[in-house]
């Protein structure tokens, strides 16, 4: 029995740094919106806009995501670090999809990549990331924006410099390297 209790000690520890890297969260908001083009007029010799143009109900998926995220210790000053993110869209819907003004016969899908990398963090010098993270304008900035993740977030307003829907500052890059370096003199 010693021998049991013993062996029961050990893995705990183990068992609940493994479970610590989980983490997760779930924001969905309930809207009410409007394309704006309800109350336009329509100009002589053409047809008013198609469907439902006034305010309507809407649900979103914000930011909800899965992760895992840890570090092994290689030695004293450097540690392995990882992280595997999964964004979650509850409001997405499956097959095919099209509308007044589009077809479109790619399947929309519910689980999408979040920030995954793979690194080394050492004490003096900061760390090195590899993966797919999102832009430093967006990382700095993110604490300050009020309503992140939302409709009004500050992404929508002003990351669109190109006036095309893309978000510049904003946007995740891909098979990027990043460097983080350390807190210097606070």
Do not use: C
């Not at 029995?1 to 924001?27: H, N």
């Not at 008013?48 to 006034?54: A, F, H, I, K, T």
């Not at 914000?62 to 992280?83: E, P, T, V």
């Not at 309503?147 to 006036?163: I, K």
């Amino acid at each position: 029995p010693p021998v049991v209790a013993k062996k029961a000690e050990e893995t705990e520890p183990q068992l609940k740094k493994l479970l610590s890297g989980f983490y997760g969260r779930l924001d969905v908001s309930a809207d009410y919106v409007s394309k704006g083009i309800d109350s336009l007029p329509t100009p002589p010799g053409k047809a008013p806009p198609v469907g439902r143009n006034g305010y309507q109900p809407a649900l979103s998926t914000n930011k909800s995501a899965i992760g895992y995220r840890g570090s092994h210790k290689l030695n004293d000053s450097l540690d392995f670090i990882y992280q595997a993110e999964a964004y979650i869209a509850i409001t997405a819907a499956p097959g095919p999809s099209s509308s007044n003004t589009a077809q479109s016969s790619v399947e929309r899908f519910g689980l999408g990549y979040g920030d995954s990398f793979i690194g080394f963090r050492g004490k003096d010098w900061g760390s090195i990331k590899f993966g797919t993270l999102y832009a430093p304008y967006r990382q700095s900035t993110q604490r300050l924006n009020p309503f992140a993740e939302m409709l009004g977030d500050y992404n929508v307003v002003m990351a669109n410099s190109g006036g095309d829907n893309r978000v510049e500052f904003g946007t995740r890059l891909a098979h990027s390297i990043w460097y983080d370096s350390p807190v210097m003199d606070g």
